[in-house]
């Protein structure tokens, strides 16, 4: 079932992927770390804020910088 929900990976989660590869293999740090993953993942989204009733009504929090702004997949918070 697609419950149209998406998780990210934590930070310590892909971090840890290069200790995963070969030894010595630098280009799995710099392909799979937390700094080139995440900006994977906001090249592949389009974040939609909360509507600021929502926002406030559900006490949503949210770093707007940590979102992309023009991939094909759209995400945003219910309501």
């Given at each position: ?35 080139a ?8 989204e ?34």
């Amino acid at each position: 079932m697609n419950g149209m929900y998406i998780v990210r990976p934590s930070q310590i989660e892909l971090d840890a992927w290069p200790a995963l590869s070969a030894p010595g293999d630098d280009a799995a740090a710099s392909t799979w770390g937390w700094s080139a993953m995440l900006a994977a993942m906001k090249k592949s989204e389009t974040f939609v804020p909360p509507s600021p009733e929502i926002q406030h009504a559900a006490v949503i929090e949210y770093k707007a910088s940590s979102h992309g702004t023009s991939g094909p997949v759209y995400s945003t918070f219910p309501g």
